[in-house]
Structures are given as C-alpha cells and as structure tokens.
C-alpha cells in the first residue's frame, strides 16, 4: 500500500462529499493502538471469520476487525468492506461496504479506493463506528465535566484568597477611633465601588486614624489631602472624618479607573501622584513612595481591584511595560 497523495485525497473526499458520504463520517479516528497490536486483532478476526483454530464466530470476527480498523489498520478495513459487499457471514449491504471501502481508501488503501468507487453508493455508518463515537462523546463530556469542575474549584480557590486578603485588615481594626471611622468607610465603600479593605490601608498609611492629621506639605486629615485635591473632589471640611473619607474615596476610585484596577500604580500615584507614576514608567523611584506601597499592601496585598473605566482615559503607560510593583 502507498499513501495517498493531496490530490488522491482531494478527489476521493470530493466523491464522498458528492452525496456518497461525509467526509467526516469515514475520517480514519487516531491511532490509538500500535502495529502490532492492530495485527494481532487482524489475525484473531481472520481466524473467527474462517474457523481456523478456532470456532466460527463472525459476531466476534467483526468486532475485532472494527477494532483494528478504527485503531487504523487499513487491511481490517478493507476486509470489512469485502465481508459486506459479497455478504459473506452476513446479509450483503453495500452501504456497509462502501463505509469501510472508503476508510481503508483514506488510511491509503489503493485497492478499497477502487473498490469504494466501484460501489457508488451512499456510505452506511456501521454499528461499531456509533458505539465508538458515542464512547468517544461520553469520555469527552466526561473530560469536559472534570475540567469545569476543576476550573470552579480553582476559581473558588482563588475567590477564597482574594477574600482572605481582601478582608485580613479586620484584625488590626483595633482600637475605637478605627471602629469609628471603619464604619464611615463601610457605609461609603459601596458608593465608590472601592473595597473597604483598600481604604482602611490607605488610611492607616496617611494618617494613622488621626481625624486632625496635618502634614508639613498641608495634606490634611485622615486620607491627607492636599488642598488642590480637596477643591478637586469638592471637600470643603478636610478635617471632617466623613467629608475627607469621601474626597479621599473618589481620588482612589478615579486612580484606579486610570491606572486600569492596578492597586500599586494606584497607591503610588496616591502618594506621589499620578504625574509622577506617568513620568516613572510605574512606582517612582522615591524611597518614601516605595515604602508607602509596601505599607499599604501589607494590609491590602491583592494587585488588583475592580474599576469603573468610564471615568476616565487610562494613564500613557497602558501603552507599554507597566511596572506593577515596588
């Protein structure tokens, strides 16, 4: 036997798909046994077909060379197709025949190509060849069933780890002042589309918790808002816990709408400014800037946070390599 060539397959799929038979429905499945094995299945068919050494038994000649032929021996297909075109064991079906004609023909059976087109008739699919592929459709739903559940299992791994490190802040929310305050943010969060987790690191890194806080650049109360971003995000009390939480809310929230959810470009420009992350290329250079990012990931270490893009345009950065960690 010689393989087929392009334009030998060419025309015997242009046959089949002439109203023959489908050309997926006698594609050779892949092999899944090797030569010898195949051989070994031939021979035991032969010798139920025949009664040699053994009892005649065609139901069982026939299981075996369908095994063969789907495993890819073109021989056992070939001899499938003589069985049903002279009916021999069995009532004559040329369609049957045709089937396995052709199958052997596409494994580069010269012979069952000849005898394929000499039938010209539409390909019957055989018995074994729907058990093989209702077989084959239950193991690949079943495949597939196994890695659904392992996909959900992995996303609930990591929706478990983004909670615990999303909500391990709660902890150190120890004293009443933080109490206090926490309960602002937790009426406020959801308004901002922020986690409260995020804020309560943000906090903690500015000012401590202290409603009064005033740094020696005039960042003023407990998210240090300068005067520019104050007027920026109408806050008009910056020493007023819920007026400066609000301002401090929708800067965070607007930085990470332009930074695209990426919590250490967001805390960066928080701290040092957006402008400044934008020139950098990512988290500024700057010691103090560096150990703020490390201070507020130290309560809040997911990388991520949902955003809302319709604030804004995303930073130039997005263009290119954004560093996303100190």
């Known amino acids: 036997m010689t393989p087929l060539t392009p334009l030998r397959c060419a025309l015997l799929a242009a046959g089949l798909l002439a109203g023959q038979v489908a050309q ?5 499945q892949p092999q ?12 035991q068919a032969v010798a139920h077909e025949l009664g040699e050494g053994t009892s005649r038994d065609m139901a069982t000649a026939l299981r075996l060379y369908c095994q063969a032929a ?48 000499q039938l010209a008739v539409p390909a019957e699919k055989p018995d074994c060849v729907r058990e093989m592929e ?3 459709a239950r193991a690949t739903a079943a495949q597939e069933r196994q890695a ?28 009443a002042e933080q109490r206090r305050v926490m309960k602002i943010v937790y009426k406020l969060a959801p308004r901002y589309g922020l986690e409260p987790g995020l804020v309560y690191a943000v906090i903690r890194a500015e000012s401590n918790f202290n409603t009064h806080a005033l740094s020696d650049k005039n960042a003023q109360g407990l998210m240090q808002l300068i005067p520019d971003t104050a007027a920026r995000f109408s806050v008009s009390k910056p ?35 957006e402008g400044a992350v934008d020139k950098h290329g990512g988290i500024p250079p ?26 804004t345009e995303p930073s130039p950065l997005f263009r290119g390599t954004v560093s996303r960690a100190p």
Do not use: C
């Not at 899944?32 to 021979?43: C, F, N, P, S």
């Open 70 to 117: 789907l495993a890819g021996d073109a021989v056992s297909a070939r001899n499938l197709g003589t069985i049903h075109a002279e009916g021999r064991g069995v009532p004559r079906n040329d369609g049957l025949a045709a089937h396995w004609f052709a199958r052997a023909a596409l494994l580069g059976d010269q012979e069952a190509e000849a005898l394929f087109r």
């Open 239 to 273: 020493f007023d816990a819920e007026q400066n939480i609000r301002g401090g809310m929708a800067y965070l929230r607007w930085l990470l709408a332009y930074f695209r959810g990426q919590v250490p470009l967001a805390v960066a420009a928080y701290n040092a400014g």
């Open 148 to 175: 659904e559940l392992a996909r959900q299992a992995e996303q609930q791994r990591l929706d478990d780890e983004k909670r615990v490190l999303s909500t391990a802040y709660r902890e150190h929310v120890d004293t």
């Open 134 to 136: 209702l077989r084959e």
């Open 24 to 28: 997926a429905q006698v594609q050779p």
């Open 286 to 311: 700057f010691a103090e800037t560096r150990e703020y990012v490390r201070r507020v990931q130290r309560f809040y270490a997911l990388d991520q946070h949902p955003f809302d893009a319709s604030l």
């Open 32 to 43: 899944t046994a090797d030569a010898q094995q195949r051989l070994k299945w031939r021979i």
